[in-house]
């Protein structure tokens, strides 16, 4: 499975955020290979991103 993490400097202020005219967050979905959606919003923030990440990945994947 590939996850797909990046966070750019500057932010919203940066020349890629410029760029694409990036005004927002977008709401993290977790989908699985088969275009299912496993997990949306609150549940990949915060304290909850690894509790679903482990569910849906097993316990030796959440952490990479």
């Known amino acids: 499975m590939v996850v ?3 966070s750019v400097k500057r932010g919203f202020k940066s020349d ?3 760029a694409f ?8 979905v977790l989908v699985d290979p088969g275009g ?3 997990a949306t919003g609150g549940d ?3 304290e909850n ?4 990440l ?3 990945l097993g ?3 959440a952490s990479r």
């Not at 005219?21 to 993290?28: A, D, L, R, T």
């Not at 991103?49 to 679903?52: I, R, V, Y």
């Open 59 to 61: 316990d030796g994947q």
């Open 49 to 52: 991103l690894e509790k679903t």
């Open 16 to 18: 890629l955020a410029q």
């Open 54 to 56: 482990t569910r849906h």
């Open 4 to 6: 797909s993490i990046c």
């Open 36 to 38: 299912i959606i496993l």
């Open 44 to 46: 990949l923030r915060g």
């Open 21 to 28: 005219e990036v005004q927002g967050i977008p709401k993290p």
